[in-house]
């Protein structure tokens, strides 16, 4: 049973148009939530995080917007770039897990292609 | 400076043989994670080391896998008698230290074909 969802394998957006990546989960108990974005034969990169006491978090092109109510978190990147052509992990985790708060629960990740 | 390393980038065994994946940790890092990737799946926890406390082996799929830190900072993944199922990408990370929440830092994997 998956705990974490990204359910569009793949997207393609025009370089300098917005990308949305989506992200859904279904444990309530997750209170923090971070997005990897992993390059082919590089291990996954971390690229921002949000708690799940904010709603929205901002770093340069990447934001991060979370929806509590509806389980559902999304990453938004604009402008895109060619660079930005990666395949992108939604991961959370329960905090509060004690000997668990340390595992990290990832979906099975979003391909994006910024076509030039 | 260095990340985290990874040894070997890709092994092919022969089912039924046994395979030892390698992780150098960042220098200075307390806490030391094993995940693996299966052919369109995310990545799945397998086992967590944290200094000298004793490793949580929850995420481990079977009896024929193992793996130890030796002196707290090298870890060794071991599969006994691989199975064709065992194929994946083996990642392994490391982070600071425990308490709050602290980034993990990945390797690059290893690529594992057990034919």
């Known amino acids: 049973d998956q705990q974490v969802k990204q359910n569009s394998p793949s997207l393609s957006v025009q370089e300098g148009r917005i990308s949305i990546l989506n992200c859904d989960y279904t444990n309530s108990m997750f209170d923090y939530f971070l997005w990897y974005k992993k390059y082919p034969a590089e291990g996954p990169t971390f690229l921002i995080s949000?708690?799940?006491?904010?709603d929205k978090n901002e770093d340069g092109r990447f934001t991060v917007f979370l929806n509590k109510s509806a389980k559902h978190l999304s990453l938004h990147i604009v402008p895109s770039q060619p660079g930005d052509s990666a395949v992108y992990f939604c991961?959370?985790?329960?905090?509060?897990?004690?000997?668990?708060?340390?595992?990290?629960?990832f979906g099975k990740g979003t391909k994006l292609s910024v076509i030039p | 400076g260095a990340g985290v390393s990874q040894s070997p980038s890709n092994k092919v065994t022969e089912k039924g043989k046994d395979v030892e994946l390698r992780c150098d940790p960042i220098s200075g890092h307390t806490a030391l994670y094993w995940y693996r990737q299966s052919l369109g799946q995310g990545l799945e926890f397998l086992i967590y080391f944290q200094g000298n406390s004793a490793p949580d082996k929850s995420g481990l799929p079977s009896d024929r896998f193992s793996a130890e830190r030796t002196g707290g900072s090298v870890s060794t993944l071991t599969i006994q008698r691989t199975q064709q199922e065992d194929s994946a990408v083996y990642l392994c990370a490391s982070s600071p230290l425990r308490g709050s929440y602290n980034e993990q830092f990945f390797g690059p994997g290893t690529r594992l074909t057990v034919l």
């Open positions: 991961a959370a985790l329960n905090r509060n897990s004690g000997a668990g708060s340390y595992q990290l629960t």
């Open positions: 949000i708690s799940s006491i904010k």
